[in-house]
């Protein structure tokens, strides 16, 4: 078996021998959380072995460590590396940052969401190196190169047809719609959001003065629904502090101070900001969520880069072919998430039901 070691740098500092050493020292609810972690780990990845890397529990897959994992002080911490920027919404609940996921040892990481970070993760590290797509082979460029972003949409539309958006335009209810429902089924957060408005209301007054369980039970559609249920007690209380109980007026102004109000809300980063944006009418921006960044970017229209951010910038580029119409862009938001939930998925594209297929710079290159 192996043994526990001291740090050669430090040679007072414990280091464990195994995954059981790590966890054996921990609280009760850091081992509970880790060890439920651990197990999901191992469903996702059963190949993957179990090891000790850097002095923390890690599990390693044909050489490589696919993912590690550890207690601090005052969380627990998942690290899947650079594919967290792929589940942008899916973490938005977490504090995030270069790969690692923090999270409170009483709200464990649901064990859907780690298995589909370990796949991607493990997709990531047995795909052969990434060329940038002009680098692929000259007959997928040139196909790519004769369908416009335009001609795209325009198929994706007779595959699809007219999809639902958001049930509002009001920019407050546009907030509550992010946070309404954590990781559920896209009809579950429209009956959540029903609910919401039956039994609440969704004025920030009368969300702020909702008695205690109500928010609860409508959250309840998503995972985390105690922290949810909070999250919109939050947006509430910004919307009556900051903005007066107004936040259309404010997205009625000018661009930069409407995107910064909509980034003070939980869960609303840049692209968050701008899909509100798009949907109140406002503007006319893509503003593409993961599902339909990670379409643009197989498509080859935006260069897929390290930070999702870049990626995010390089489709916005992208945008500029399609109609400067708030309808169109409407139109081709919802599209592309469609695609990319549909066919376009994050670790099996069903390429060969896909309209699109043989103008793909991805298919074209994988052949
Ligand atoms: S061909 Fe495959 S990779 Fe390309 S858009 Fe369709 S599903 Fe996605």
Redesign the pocket.
Known sequence: MARAKRSSRNPERWRPGTIDGYLARLTLEKRAALQKLRGSIQSAAPRAEECISYGIPAFRLDGRVLVWFGAATRHCSFFPGAVIEEFEEELAGYDTSKGTVRFSPDEPLPASLVRRLVKARAARIAAPKKRPIEGRSARAESSRGKMTLREAVRILDEQYGKLAGPPTSDPFELVLWENVAYLASPGKRREAFEQLRKTVGTTPAAIAGAPDGLLEKVTARGILWKAFAEKLRACARIALEEHGGDLAAVVRGPLPAAKRALRAYPGIGEPGAEKILLFAGRDALLAPDSNGLR?LA??GFAREEKSYAKTYAAARDAAKALPPAVRAMQKAHLLLQE?GRA??KRTA???EA?P??RK?A??LGAR
Do not use: G, K
Request: hydrophobic fraction near 35%.
């Open positions: 379409v197989r498509l695609h066919l376009c594209p069903r390429c896909c699109l297929t793909c991805y298919a």
